[in-house]
């Protein structure tokens, strides 16, 4: 008998056995099937990462990217940051039976996601799509059990699905950095797992919701960069595990809740940004742990009570742009951690805390632009690491404290706009890069001085009482770039060593009492943009030099006794768009091109000048007699061969506008498309065959929220375009065909041309010129100065040449380094601009170019 139960037992177990090996089997060929389904998917794979996706191997269990559990299923699939694209299918890695861990982020992955992704798979417990391209709504349904789910730094749309508080066992969300719309759902405090939560950088509104007070488990909320109003609920005081609270960005009004005083634990408050108004709490004072404190930009008003004192931990101090009032509280100098004070744009008043500093940590001192007085205290630098000192705009009085000339650590250092007095010792900082000590009453013979400043880049003096002559080659700042030495009492010549600070951009000498001539070495400063040596006692005549300084864009040389003609190719300077010569001793023809064109009288006024347009209010200059007597017959026979040419030229432009109508096509699905070119050029040899060739994933360049824009070819001559794909074709204004064939019309070497366009009841295109180069987004990093000066002219000609040269004006928008293509030439070109003429957009809002 016991044989027999032995045997029964043996059969039994070799039956169970066959029974899960059949469905392993199974399951494993399925998975097998969805792995290769989403490979298949995979357009670009720079990295050859899915390589050894080989559906021969033994197993894909060995695959790159997956771990298996003990039964050779796929339990973790982590392909993050392999420079992966392509759009996800409904049957793929989402329906892994027993995937635990899904992590796709920081790819290119575009398109939507598969409706189903939260029915698919209930053993999910970690999903990570962050840092990608995906669009569309957030798919309904939930995983009960999943902990984790980041779906931030993507183009997702549409609201939060209500089901969201559904995902009971969640931990942490993420949705930041989408383009998620309308309110926070309730929903989501039934999420009462959930220890991080974060909303930013989206469009929600309406108000944070008060149920908030039932995710008790809350340790970080962050809910910022949105538009939500109303008041901060009480209810977030209930929340004793929080230590990270930010809310920035927002349009959030009435006081700061006292109730945040509760929070214990919270180490970094941030509330900057809002409308809050009132004084800070007390209670907030009793956050015995907090690190980082910012109500920057609000209106909050009242004073800082000495409670500060209590908050011993507090690094970070922010509350700029506000109300506040009364004294800086001297319990600020007690607080040891203390590395960053900003308070400026307040209306603090009396002195500056003497001991600030002393006991502190400080690194970042900014008390700018309020009312305060007294001295400057002399122990701010006691730390060693204060690199940042911004005090201007005050009444500050006295010296500048001596130990501040010592302190090696300063980089950046503001003291304008006060009432300093003495002398300034400033002069032997290894890295300050910023100084700007102006309008104080600062004194002393400091032309002649030593400097030794090798990483000065700003260095402004103006309005002060220096005196002594300028001996620039004692500076020891080869960096320097802005030099203001303006409305003091140097005196002497210029120096020609001014011609060795070859990275100047701006120097400003006016308002002093200099003599002698313009040494020519100036323009050897070939950065330099703007120069103003007026109000002097300069003589001689204007350097011929100055003509061949390739970006100077402002100068002025007016209230001098200069002489002489102008350079005759000073009116040649492209760049320079703004001149001032006037009450001097000038003489000769005004140049008529450039600046000259249409110079204000007041900018020329006072010298013995003639000729200009009529604003300029300067005599017409006297012309040469003429001395041939057959000019009349080379007047009639220039009229005959221009009336030729005119004939000639009406002719060709007469077949070449036939050209450039609108044209009905077929295309070859029978479609019939209406096709027009702005360019004679391309009307002859790209089709609308060109056109819909081009339209394929492998020719894709770049891709945005509402379209793509592909990479295509004329097939008769191999000229290469960019056709641009349409989208929102039916809430375009009826305006917007005729405007864009005007915009068809504007060239500019600094512009990507628009060549055509093309529309049917299927679609509508753009198509421009393609320009082979890279974005200024990606070479700005390694730019050189003389690179950037140039793409820098470049686009401001295009820009120019839009807001001013055009009728009506077109303007371009939201400018950045994305938009701007640098040729093969080095040239800027302004990409994919779409016209808003008299402040209209001719695209719909939601519109955004690539």
Not at 65 to 78: A, K, P, Q
Not at 184 to 195: A, E, Q
């Amino acid at each position: 008998m016991a044989n027999k139960k032995g045997a029964n037992a043996v059969v039994l177990f070799v039956f169970m056995f066959l029974i899960n090996f059949v469905v392993s089997e199974s399951d494993n060929g399925r998975e097998l099937e969805l792995l290769l389904s989403f490979r298949s998917s995979i357009v670009h794979d720079p990295s050859g990462f899915l390589s050894n996706w080989d559906p021969s191997a033994t197993t894909f269990c060995q695959w790159h990217g997956i771990t298996c559990n003990n039964l050779s299923h796929v339990e973790t699939l982590d392909l993050s940051a392999k420079n992966l694209s392509g759009i996800l299918v409904s049957s793929s890695v989402f329906n892994l039976p027993f995937v635990k861990t899904l992590n796709l982020s920081n790819n290119h992955l575009y398109g939507e996601i598969p409706p189903d992704i939260f029915f698919a798979n209930s053993s999910l417990r970690y999903l990570n799509l962050s840092n990608n391209n995906f669009s569309g709504h957030i798919p309904n349904g939930f995983i009960s059990g999943l902990v984790i789910l980041d779906l931030s730094n993507n183009m997702f749309s549409g609201k939060i699905p209500r089901e969201i508080g559904l995902f009971s066992g969640l931990k942490f969300l993420d949705l930041g950095g989408n383009v998620l719309l309308g309110k926070i759902p309730i929903s989501i405090s039934n999420i009462t797992t959930l220890k991080y939560l974060t909303l930013a950088s989206n469009e929600l509104v309406g108000s944070i919701p008060h149920e908030i007070g039932k995710m008790k488990s809350l340790k970080w909320i962050y809910l910022g960069y949105n538009n939500l109003s109303g008041e901060i609920p009480k209810e977030i005081g209930v929340l004793t595990c929080l230590n990270h609270l930010d809310l920035v960005y927002n349009n959030l009004t009435g006081q700061i809740p006292s109730s945040i005083g509760n929070l214990k634990d919270l180490n970094y408050l941030f509330l900057y940004q809002n409308k809050l108004t009132g004084s800070i709490p007390n209670s907030i004072f009793g956050l015995k742990k907090l690190v980082s404190l910012d109500l920057s930009d609000n209106s909050l008003s009242g004073e800082i009570p000495e409670l500060v004192a209590q908050l011993r931990n507090l690094e970070i101090l922010h509350l700029f742009g506000n109300r506040f009032s009364g004294r800086i509280p001297n319990a600020l100098t007690s607080l040891p951690n203390l590395q960053v004070l900003q308070l400026w744009s307040n209306r603090f008043s009396g002195q500056i805390p003497q001991s600030l500093g002393r006991y502190n940590n400080l690194t970042v001192v900014d008390l700018s632009t309020n009312n305060l007085s007294g001295r400057i205290p002399d122990r701010l630098c006691s730390s060693g690491r204060l690199f940042k000192l911004i005090l201007f705009s005050n009444s500050l009085e006295g010296e500048i404290p001596r130990n501040l000339s010592t302190c090696t650590s300063l980089q950046r250092v503001r003291l304008q706009n006060n009432r300093l007095v003495g002398e300034l010792s400033f002069t032997k900082l290894p890295l300050v890069y910023f100084l700007d000590v102006s309008n104080n009453n600062l004194s002393g013979n400091i032309g002649e001085q030593n400097w030794d400043m090798p990483s000065l880049e700003m260095l402004s003096l103006a309005g002060n009482r220096f005196s002594g002559k300028l001996l620039p080659h004692l500076l020891n700042a080869p960096k320097i770039e802005f030099l203001d030495l303006s409305g003091n009492e140097f005196s002497g010549t210029i120096n020609p060593r001014f011609g060795t600070l070859t990275e100047l951009m701006q120097l400003s000498l006016s308002e002093n009492k200099l003599s002698g001539e313009i040494p020519e070495d100036l323009s050897s400063c070939k950065k330099l943009v703007r120069l103003d040596l007026s109000h002097n006692q300069l003589s001689g005549q204007i350097p011929s030099g100055f003509a061949d300084m390739p970006v100077l864009g402002h100068l002025d040389l007016s209230e001098n006794r200069l002489s002489g003609e102008l350079p005759a190719k000073l009116g040649q300077i492209e760049s320079l768009v703004q001149v001032n010569i006037s009450y001097n001793h000038l003489t000769g023809a005004l140049p008529s091109t450039g600046a000259f064109l249409a110079i204000k009288e007041s900018a020329v006024a006072g010298n013995d000048l003639c000729g200009g347009d009529t604003t300029s209010g300067l005599p017409p200059c006297k012309k040469l007699k003429n001395r041939a007597n057959w000019w009349p017959f080379m007047a009639c026979s220039f009229a005959g061969l221009l009336l030729l040419v005119i004939t000639g030229f009406g002719f060709l432009f007469m077949r070449g506008r036939n050209n450039l109508e609108p044209k009905r096509v077929e295309n070859g699905d029978g479609s019939i498309w209406e096709l027009q070119f702005f360019d004679p050029k391309v009307s002859k040899s790209v089709t609308m065959d060109d056109i819909t060739l081009s339209l394929k994933e492998s020719n894709v360049i770049s891709r945005c929220k509402e379209g793509v824009s592909f990479k295509g070819k004329s097939v008769s001559n191999d000229l290469q375009i960019v056709v641009k794909e349409m989208h929102h074709v039916s809430s375009l204004p009826a305006s917007f065909w005729s405007e864009i064939t005007e915009f068809g019309k504007l060239q500019h070497p600094n512009i990507v041309k628009l060549i055509g366009k093309c529309r049917s009841d299927k679609g509508a295109y753009l198509v421009y010129e393609y320009v082979e180069g890279k974005l200024l987004s990606e070479i700005l990093g390694n730019l050189s100065w003389e690179r950037r000066w140039k793409i820098a002219i470049g686009t401001a000609k295009a820009l120019r040449f839009l807001h001013s040269r055009c009728s009506p004006s077109v303007l371009v928008g939201d400018m950045s380094p994305e938009r701007i293509i640098i040729d093969a030439k080095d040239e800027p070109r302004l990409q994919f601009i779409f016209p808003f003429v008299d402040n209209q957009p001719f695209l719909p809002s939601s519109y955004v170019a690539p």
